[in-house]
């Protein structure tokens, strides 16, 4: 029972009573030993650091020893990764810019409509040439917007996407240049 009234003490400002209401005997208490602390020794001026020596366990670890490792943040990293690989279709699908979309949209219905004008015997030479104005335009505008995006992805270290990219622009230029190559050998030719 006293133990109880010792740390009820210990924890109220009021001196601890006994169960007959007249005050306890409290322990003495020995004085608190201050022990001096080390003196702080000055560092030398101007003092190289010279790293640890390797170890045999820090040879081969799989990350770059001179950085120093937080596995705190190595596992926000992870948990990062984690999270933009679990996306779904419709998440990914959600994140392509309306400007893609439509170029994807303009660039394919070019190639159809070129594709249904020269395979037609009966298409008039200026919906031919109509055709070959749309597609050589819209495709430019593709080789434009590729092309700044290849070099955005540059910058960034990106250079898997942006090598994809650069072929994409190529593949446009070609197309874009045929398409603008025929509308022009057709004007000469209806001049001639």
């Not at 608190?32 to 045999?56: E, F, G, K, L, S």
């Not at 219905?109 to 030479?125: C, E, K, N, R, Y």
């Amino acid at each position: 029972m006293s133990d109880d009234l010792h740390e009820a003490q210990s924890k109220s400002d009021r001196p601890a009573r006994s169960t007959a209401g007249l005050p306890l005997r409290q322990a003495a208490v020995p004085a608190a030993r201050v022990v001096p602390a080390a003196p702080v020794v000055p560092a030398a001026p101007y003092a190289p650091v010279v790293p640890a020596a390797p170890t045999a366990a820090d040879a081969d670890d799989g990350w770059d020893n001179d950085l120093d490792y937080d596995a705190e943040s190595a596992d926000d990293a992870s948990d990062e990764e984690e999270d933009e690989v679990q996306l779904t279709i419709g998440q990914r699908l959600r994140r392509v810019s309306p400007a893609s979309v439509i170029l994807t949209v303009g660039s394919i219905g070019s190639l159809i409509f070129l594709a249904q004008a020269m395979t037609s015997h009966t298409t008039p030479v200026p919906v031919l040439m109509s055709a070959g104005v749309i597609s050589g335009l819209i495709f430019a505008v593709d080789v434009a917007i590729a092309a700044f995006a290849t070099w955005l992805s540059a910058r960034q270290g990106r250079i898997g996407r942006a090598t994809l990219l650069a072929l994409l622009a190529g593949m446009c230029a070609m197309i874009s240049a045929g398409c603008l190559s025929g509308l022009l050998v057709m004007i000469l030719v209806l001049n001639g």
